[in-house]
T-cell receptor
Framework: AQSVTQLGSHVSVSEGALVLLRCNYS??????LFWYVQYPNQGLQLLLK??????LVKGINGFEAEFKKSETSFHLTKPSAHMSDAAEYFC????????????FGTGTRLTIIP | ETGVTQSPTHLIKTRGQQVTLRCSSQSGHNTVSWYQQALGQGPQFIFQYYREEENGRGNFPPRFSGLQFPNYSSELNVNALELDDSALYLCASSLPSGSETQYFGPGTRLLVL
């Protein structure tokens, strides 16, 4: 069975600082991996996805993530945090195509300090 | 803009009642999935419908059921509501099988008293 673990339920960074949100996965088959963002009282928006192509994936709003098979990790980064990045971030895994069952982590709430 | 809409936005029910939540997918998206997101948790997969047939189910009891219609709309029905059913219910649609991206609606927040 697929699973993801997000390390750190809350992360605070200063505006302009590096954002690093951690995600480790467990999968018996090559996974498809996703990062979603959820703003207050809204649904989920896809930030980026890894589907076995390039290991460094660039997404929207300046975010990127690197798939590291040896570390079973898919950490999300952004070089310079902006106030508008404050939200809940979810890592998710699918064992086949992305339109199959997604298994989500418990989320990381990102707070940006002015 | 994903084009996935859900109704109602909020709902209050009492324990034992039944509820129907609705989702309208993007045109051409014949796959729809439903997720339950409890407060402070990640979404949990309930089930998926493809071409009006259930196509996978998570660890949810049979009192959670669904329907998908030819016009790309779908329903989630929950019978005999329990307090723990209080959550945000999300639907997600995607292009025909083989697509990699699910597009989520804004969700329906259900409170069971």
């Amino acid at each position: 069975a697929q699973s993801v673990t997000q390390l750190g339920s809350h992360v605070s960074v200063s505006e302009g600082a590096l954002v690093l949100l951690r995600c480790n996965y467990s999968s018996s088959v090559p996974p498809y991996l996703f990062w979603y963002v959820q703003y207050p009282n809204q649904g989920l928006q896809l930030l980026l996805k890894y589907t076995s192509a390039a290991t460094l994936v660039k997404g929207i709003n300046g975010f990127e993530a690197e798939f590291k098979k040896s570390e079973t990790s898919f950490h999300l980064t952004k070089p310079s945090a902006h106030m508008s990045d404050a939200a809940e971030y979810f890592c998710a895994v699918s064992d086949r195509k992305g339109n199959e069952k997604l298994t989500f982590g418990t989320g990381t709430r990102l707070t940006i300090i002015p | 803009e994903t084009g996935v809409t859900q109704s109602p936005t909020h709902l209050i029910k009492t324990r034992g009642q039944q509820v129907t939540l609705r989702c309208s997918s993007q045109s051409g998206h014949n796959t729809v999935s439903w997720y339950q997101q409890a407060l402070g948790q990640g979404p949990q997969f309930i089930f998926q419908y493809y071409r009006e047939e259930e196509n996978g189910r998570g660890n949810f009891p049979p009192r959670f059921s669904g329907l998908q219609f030819p016009n790309y709309s779908s329903e989630l029905n929950v019978n005999a509501l329990e307090l723990d059913d209080s959550a945000l219910y999300l639907c997600a649609s995607s292009l025909p099988s083989g697509s990699e991206t699910q597009y989520f609606g804004p969700g329906t927040r259900l409170l069971v008293l």
